[in-house]
């Protein structure tokens, strides 16, 4: 065997080692051109959102539906019921939307949904320059939206970098599994694995 062919064969085996070790975190359905999180990397990524965004305190998948996050905000706790809805890319930027299922029990501070939207960002991949809160944040009725530089979410990124920009990503999150669809089938190829491996196998 040449030179060549050996090290294709030894990249097309570490392809696969990394496959394998992923298809518990990660399922798709190219037919259908959608892909899901399991349960299990979705409680991954909330413990890592939780873990670095000092006021979230708890952020947890709801058994039915959505997640639930509980904030610290002046002394108060305060819990947001929400489920992700939809992301669009565009070629610096992501805009998001997030559906709140429950209208919370506090007298709205835009503040709380910043917060909401630091941990949802963790979530994606995301760091927060020196603790900053996200600015671009908008509430209307029980609809939260947001924008974030794209460049900085590395779960997003290692899914979904080959997509053109203004693509929708349809999202839904029920019983901890959360499901995207896109426009487009994707497969194996597509994603960034080593880059996945080192998320879910964050410290």
Not at 89 to 110: I, K, V, Y
Not at 144 to 151: E, G, H, I, K, S
Not at 152 to 180: C, P, R, V, Y
Request: aromatic share 8%; net charge neutral; charged share 20%.
């Amino acid at each position: 065997m040449g030179v060549f062919n050996k090290v294709t064969a030894t990249f097309q085996e570490s392809r696969q080692f990394l496959k394998r070790s992923l298809e518990e975190y990660i399922m798709f359905s190219p037919e259908a051109k959608q892909l899901t999180l399991t349960k299990k990397i979705v409680l991954l990524l909330c413990q890592q959102a939780e873990s670095r965004v000092e006021q979230l305190k708890s952020l947890v998948p709801h058994s039915e539906e959505g997640l639930i996050a509980t904030i610290e905000y002046k002394k108060i706790q305060v819990q947001l019921h929400f489920t992700p809805e939809k992301i669009t890319l565009h070629e610096n930027c992501l805009e998001g939307e997030l559906r709140l299922l429950n209208p919370p029990q506090f007298e709205t501070e835009s503040i709380v949904y910043r917060y909401l939207i630091a941990g949802w960002t963790t979530f994606l991949g995301g760091k927060l320059p020196s603790g900053a809160l996200p600015k671009e944040v908008r509430i209307e009725n029980n609809k939260v939206y947001y924008t974030l530089p794209r460049n900085q979410l590395q779960l997003l990124d290692s899914l979904f970098h080959s997509l053109e920009n203004g693509s929708a990503l349809m999202t839904n999150l029920k019983q901890g599994d959360l499901t995207i669809e896109t426009s487009v089938a994707l497969s194996w190829n597509n994603f960034k694995l080593k880059n996945l491996l080192q998320l879910v196998n964050f410290k």
